[in-house]
């Protein structure tokens, strides 16, 4: 194992359990984050993984704000409601910060009211007639 850095030796001596905490922690989120349908490999940095949960968690909370339904718009979901309502997946390797940003954006833009397309990008909403 390599030396703590001086930072991390203090708060190790603080409190001896905070590695095992960091782990349940880690684990905990890679279980959620699995749950929910997100592609995670397990050698995702702690804190993007975090990040990403959140990211998550906001988009989910803008998908029910509009009424939307996660399992029926849940990422393998043959025929999604709407296509808009559905996590954007994370593309083949994609860095886990570069994805919770982009899912980071797709939930603004649906708090917002915008159309999110496929790639987890704002589209153009077609006009009402």
């Given amino acids: 194992m390599a030396p703590r ?3 991390e030796e203090r708060q190790h001596d603080l409190n001896p359990h905070r590695d ?3 782990e349940h922690a880690a684990d ?3 279980s959620q984050l699995r749950q929910r349908g997100v592609e995670v490999t397990g050698d995702e940095p702690i ?19 509009l009424g939307g339904d996660r399992m029926t718009n849940a990422p393998d979901s043959a ?8 996590l954007p997946r994370r593309k083949e ?9 982009r899912v980071s954006v797709a939930a603004d ?8 397309g496929a790639a987890g990008a704002l589209a153009e909403a077609d006009p009402v007639e």
């Fill in 109 to 116: 833009e649906l708090a917002e009211g915008g159309n999110v």
């Fill in 20 to 22: 095992e905490d960091r």
């Fill in 5 to 7: 850095p001086p930072f």
């Fill in 47 to 65: 804190g993007e993984l975090a990040s990403l949960l959140e990211a998550v968690e906001r988009f989910e909370s803008a998908v029910s704000a």
């Fill in 93 to 101: 390797g994609e860095r886990v910060g570069a994805y919770a940003e």
């Fill in 28 to 30: 905990m989120a890679y």
């Fill in 79 to 86: 025929q999604p409601d709407d296509p808009r309502l559905v």
